[in-house]
């Protein structure tokens, strides 16, 4: 099984080579289903056997290690493999039915991104971790850049310009740990930082880099700025993929170099309650569904690495637990926002109103999705936060465990805000002329199905979810697969 | 003038370090970098039509096929139940001299289509710009 791994990066990045190439979209349709479901169907197998807690890996090029680059998966890293397949499914099957993956760059880059969000989920290597990280965001330029308009290619340039500053800052201590520790095995870099100050900060470059890319404040004003610009599928991609590997690999590099370190944990609570705060009242004083919702992802990263910084397997079950459900939720809330915007002509709340009427099963699946988003029982987004501030409380985290309850019901006045102005109310009495399409809700729908699945029947996935953490806080036999 | 006469230095160039690269420094990423500054002294000196005979196809059919092959090379290996990128390495005698050729070249030639086809396709998108 565990030379099969680096097939779920290979295989979409081959085909999204194929895919550039191929006149016929129904054919590049089919070709990305058949890698998305290759991606997936590893993640699956992968989940499948680590239950009794080992670890897959493999050296490339059958190097001896920890000279060769290491790929390796546990619960966590299978578990996010399937998500990842899952949300470029649904976001692809979107454009599709929107009409917008005419372009082969669609495709193209879609898979590009789901390889690289794969690769780097399973590399045990720093560097090799950077260069995954380089190919996501090669990929991701492509896509936001779908179109070319001029808002189009100046959210590029922040977007860009803020992402390659990111890269440099995690060379650097890429290098600095290669220079000090000799290896950048994940293996041999385990408790690294530790014993060597040189180990150490260059590990906390690397952090901090990842904290770029994944919005944490204060290093976030790129998101809120770049993201509501790109074409709506490609945000919702975006938003279920990209920021999350940097959260994924975040996970790993600090439960693995720093070994769950006491003082690096205390930073990175502080980092969640502020990311929480500065997030949910950034998105007080927007206008557009799209605006709202990507401050509130930052937001909700927030909750994310607040799972880390708690570091307890409770504590690592319930972030697994949230950052799953999250993702479903999230997705679906952009792709609901792209469809209001594909039906009605705009996704600025001034020009909307009285949805409910109009669109009913619009409104239903973003009432279960904003639901979620802020917690509301018995959704899964409940299950994962009463799990998450309990977990603080037993850690003595009472801070972060208060912020976190406070902040989601300032999530909930911001949902409340979108209904009322969108779905609420009276329609619009000029509405501009959408173009609706059949089925456009299907994929959003889908994803709504996931925080009422997982709310009613927590325990299946908590029992995964439980299983990731314990891999993850199981940093031992992490490094005795990786690293033998 | 100049660039006229580099363009085939440049080439050289650029196949001396793919050729090199598995034991010393070089290698598919950097002859791919120096065959791309190639293009871009040519789109200098010449202007968007003068790059034909170092990029004849469109930048993006050259970056699949590199992606192809390099992915490709990579996963025959798994076919036969070798990790993945695993390499072989070929004794061959040309012309009475001994030379050793790895498996990882046919990697490196993938590479090194990839680099320049977005450096094509940079020089390209970034050319048209008006």
């Known amino acids: 099984m565990s030379r099969f791994l680096p097939l779920a990066a290979a295989t979409p990045l081959l085909l999204a080579a194929a895919v550039a190439v191929v006149p016929a979209v129904v054919v590049r349709r089919v070709v990305a289903a058949a890698a ?68 082969p760059r669609a495709h193209a880059g879609a898979l590009a991104l789901l390889g690289a969000a794969a690769g780097a989920t399973l590399t045990a290597d720093l560097f090799n971790l950077f260069v995954w990280i380089e190919v996501l965001l090669l990929s991701s330029y492509v896509l936001i850049t779908i179109g070319g308009t001029a808002r189009r290619v100046r959210a590029g340039t922040i977007y860009v310009a803020t992402n390659l500053l990111g890269s440099s800052v995690f060379l650097a201590g890429v290098a600095l740990v290669y220079a000090t520790a000799g290896s950048v095995n994940l293996g041999v870099l385990r408790g690294a ?282 940093v031992v036999v992490y490094a005795s697969a990786v690293a033998p | 003038m100049a660039a006229r006469a580099l363009t085939p230095a440049v080439v050289v160039l650029a196949l001396f370090f793919l050729w090199r690269g598995h034991d010393a420094p070089g290698g598919g990423f950097i002859a791919g970098l120096v065959f791309g500054a190639g293009i871009v002294l040519r789109w200098l000196a010449f202007g968007p039509d003068g790059i034909g005979p170092l990029l004849p196809a469109p930048p993006s059919r050259v970056l699949a096929l590199g992606l192809v092959i390099a992915i490709g090379v990579g996963m025959v290996p798994v076919a036969v139940g070798e990790p993945f990128l695993s390499g072989a390495i070929w004794e061959l005698s040309v012309l009475g001299t001994e030379l050793k050729v790895a498996s990882s070249l046919v990697f490196d030639v993938g590479v090194t289509f990839v680099v320049v086809g977005m450096v094509g396709a940079f020089v390209r998108g970034m050319g048209s710009i008006r």
């Open chain 1, 36 to 103: 998305i479901a290759t991606c997936g169907g590893i993640g699956v197998a992968a989940v499948g056997s680590t239950g009794d807690g080992g670890v897959l890996a493999t050296q490339l090029g059958g190097f001896p290690p920890p000279f060769a680059i290491a790929m390796a998966a546990d619960t966590f890293a299978g578990l996010m493999l399937v998500v990842f397949a899952l949300v470029t499914g649904l976001c692809l099957a979107f454009a599709g039915l929107r009409g917008h993956d005419g372009s």
């Open chain 1, 193 to 474: 930082a530790a014993g060597s100050g040189g180990v150490a900060i260059g590990a906390t470059l690397v952090v901090v880099a990842l904290a770029v890319k994944s919005a944490l404040v204060p290093v976030h004003a790129w998101l809120p700025r770049s993201y509501p610009d790109a074409p709506t599928w490609v945000t919702a991609l975006f938003s279920g993929t990209l920021t999350k590997v940097g959260i994924v690999a975040l996970f790993r590099v600090v439960t693995v170099v720093f070994d769950g370190a006491a003082g690096v944990r205390e930073a990175i609570l502080i980092v969640a309650g502020v990311t929480m705060v500065v997030g949910v009242l950034g998105a007080v004083g927007q206008t557009s569904m799209r605006a709202i919702l990507s401050f509130h992802m930052v937001s909700q990263v927030g909750y994310l690495v607040m799972a880390l910084g708690i570091g307890t397997i409770a504590g690592l079950g319930a972030g697994v637990f949230f950052l799953v459900q999250y993702i479903a939720v999230k997705t679906a809330l952009f792709l609901v926002a792209g469809a209001v915007e594909s039906q009605e002509g705009s996704d600025d709340l001034e020009e909307l109103g009285g949805l409910v009427h109009k669109r009913p099963a619009l409104a239903a699946v973003f009432l279960i999705s904003a639901f979620a988003l802020a917690g509301v029982p018995p959704l899964s987004g409940f299950v994962a936060k009463v799990a998450l501030v309990r977990a603080a409380f037993d850690g003595a985290a009472y801070g972060i465990g208060a912020t976190a309850v406070a902040v989601s019901f300032l999530t909930l006045l911001s949902m409340v805000k979108i209904w009322n102005a969108a779905f609420w109310g009276s329609m619009p009495e000029e509405p501009i002329p959408g173009e609706p399409r059949a089925g456009l809700l299907v994929p959003a729908g889908v994803l709504a199905a996931v925080p009422i699945v997982l709310g009613l029947f927590a325990e299946s996935l908590w029992v995964v979810a439980d299983r990731a953490a314990r891999s993850l806080a199981d």
